[in-house]
């Protein structure tokens, strides 16, 4: 299972593969953070936005887990708008199971 609570049924194939690729990057943890997000983003994201989305999913999962986290400085190259949406998509001003 991958988690994901978003339908394909509807999306042009790139971003059904996209989708796909968001939830199946290897360490459970990006799995969420890409997916999640993919999942409720990807129907609105523009084409120039889907090219950065993908650029994200290929970073290695420890470097994008640690700019998500705030552990590690963001390369100016990936600081993009699409990945300042990703992150804030993901902060939390209290525990998530509070």
Do not use: C
Not at 34 to 60: H, N, T
Request: aromatic share 8%; charged share 35%.
């Amino acid at each position: 299972m991958s988690g994901s609570t978003r339908s394909s049924e509807g999306l042009d194939p790139r971003r059904r593969k996209i989708l796909f690729r968001a939830w199946h990057r290897g360490m459970r943890e990006t799995d969420l953070i890409m997916g999640r997000f993919a999942d409720a983003q990807i129907g609105a994201l523009s084409e120039a936005e889907l090219d950065e989305f993908e650029r994200l999913i290929e970073v290695l999962d420890r470097d994008l887990l640690s700019w998500i986290t705030g552990e590690a400085d963001v390369p100016e190259n990936y600081d993009s708008d699409v990945f300042r949406r990703l992150k804030a998509f993901h902060q939390h001003d209290k525990p998530i199971h509070v």
